[in-house]
């Protein structure tokens, strides 16, 4: 068997055939131009978003929602520790204060147990995480605190394009919401991103923020002849050129979340078999799911070990993020006021598998079989 590699990036011949088609034309590559009006055009379609923003990445996305709700030293703001650095270092730039908070044992998502302990008269966001492309079952409960309390609330679903929550698309709950579309993810541009913001009041900051602190929007709309600087922004925009190779994948993303669905049953089907097996898979499929991941929870057994066996057959199966109140810059707001108890002990055993559109029956079967065999020894 050869490499099985953790990610291979989807790569569908409609976006190449757009590229060229893009390139032949001889529009502007920097933009925005058709295509990125059409992946607006398209996402709103189907997914019911409004008032979207295409980024270079989510990180970018995040980094203008923080600029948009002018954070000042004393906020603060509430942020998983399990997530990626850039849910909470978007908001740290400001010198604001973040507050880690713990996740749910069996979900690993944010515990809203946990979020209401962290919030103080101080706190200006929360950062919610869809992980692994799954909505929190309190999306709409944490909306309304969140309403009631003067909270901003910005989804961080980097990884939950095309999920829902109850009948509505991720994206639809916060006052932002932030999606990447980086290699890794279910549809890509390379590195990628967009903004949903779904509070009115911040469109138009966020218009100027987005490119580059500048008011061109309005000459865009013919309403002054030359645009200047007029606010905080910087380069945050997607390029013409790498939305044209993003446009088809959006247009083909059903039929790509299923060959996923596929995928993530048959390991489902093999894996739910394995006598004595010492993981558990958290799932929930309560609501429409994008099939962006699969990952095992180990129980009891050393998760190097594990990875370092799978290895050995040219498996590569990963970690997931390391925790961040842990990690030298995350420590720094972090003074273990309170112990984040699952975090601590969860995060360590997690295993996420290969699962990507070029992966075949044959390898997913090949992956099981070989942890079937890790758990026989
Ligand atoms: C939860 C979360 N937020 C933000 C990001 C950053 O996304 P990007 O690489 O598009 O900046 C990631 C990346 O995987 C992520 O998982």
Not at 75 to 104: H, L, M, Q
């Amino acid at each position: 068997m050869k490499e099985i590699y953790f990610n291979e990036p989807l790569k569908i011949k409609s976006s190449a055939d757009n590229v060229k088609r893009f390139l032949d034309s001889g529009e502007p590559l920097h933009g925005p131009g058709k295509n990125i009006l059409k992946i607006k055009n398209l996402v709103s379609k189907k997914l019911g978003l409004k008032n979207i923003f295409l980024t270079n990445s989510c990180t970018s996305a995040l980094e203008v929602c923080s600029l948009a709700i002018n954070l000042k030293t004393n906020d603060e703001v509430i942020v998983p520790s399990f997530s990626f650095i850039t849910s909470a270092s978007s908001f740290a730039r400001t010198g604001c204060k973040i507050k880690f908070c713990d996740i749910e044992k069996k979900t690993l998502m944010p515990s809203l147990n946990d979020i209401k302990k962290c919030i103080t008269n101080k706190t200006k966001a929360i950062v919610i995480i869809h992980y692994q492309g799954y909505s929190v079952e309190y999306l709409d409960e944490l909306q309304k605190i969140c309403k009631r309390k003067k909270i901003y609330l910005i989804e961080d679903a980097a990884q939950a394009f095309g999920s829902f929550f109850k009948n509505k698309a991720l994206g639809s709950f916060g006052d932002f919401a932030c999606f990447s579309f980086h290699e890794t993810k279910n549809l890509h541009s390379g590195a990628g991103g967009m903004l949903i913001v779904n509070n009115k009041k911040f469109i138009n900051k966020v218009k100027i923020i987005h490119d580059k602190g500048t008011n061109r929007y309005l000459m865009k709309e013919g309403k002054i002849k030359y645009y200047s600087w007029v606010g905080i922004g910087s380069a945050f925009l997607m390029t013409e050129f790498t939305a044209s190779y993003l446009l088809p994948q959006i247009k083909n993303y059903k039929k790509t979340f299923f060959k996923r669905s596929k995928l993530y049953f048959r390991y489902l089907k093999y894996l739910s078999k394995i006598q004595n097996r010492k993981f558990y898979i958290p799932n929930n499929f309560k609501f429409k799911y994008n099939f962006h991941a699969l990952v095992l929870i180990l129980e009891k057994i050393n998760r190097e070990k594990f990875l370092k066996f799978l290895k050995k057959y040219k498996i590569n199966a990963v970690i997931s993020y390391t925790p961040l109140h842990t990690s030298a810059a995350g420590k720094k707001f972090f003074r273990g006021e309170k112990k984040l108890i699952n975090t601590d002990k969860y995060v360590k055993q997690i295993v996420r598998l290969p699962l990507y559109d070029t992966l075949t029956f044959k390898q997913v079967d090949f992956i099981c079989k070989k942890i079937e065999e890790f758990f026989k020894k």
